[in-house]
């Protein structure tokens, strides 16, 4: 059995593209949750689970829809 180094163990990280889509819909549709993110960008032929959508905008400082909602944009 062959050791393959310089790998952590797990799944590999969303790319940089798809985690700015991500983001990028999150922030310009405040009142959209994880499912209504995940639909368009599965139209765009990207395939993300909603739970790495999650962990994308939980990284980036953006909470979940109704968090998002209540804050004042100005």
Not at 18 to 37: F, K, P
């Amino acid at each position: 059995m062959t050791v393959v180094r310089g790998r952590k163990p797990g799944r590999l990280a969303a790319a940089k593209e798809i985690e700015a889509l991500i983001v990028r819909m999150a922030t310009e549709n405040r009142d959209r949750g994880y499912l209504r993110i995940q639909g368009p960008s599965s139209n765009l032929s990207h395939d993300v689970a909603r739970g790495t959508i999650a962990n994308i905008l939980k990284r980036n400082g953006i909470e979940p829809a109704p968090e998002r909602v209540r804050k004042a944009t100005w």
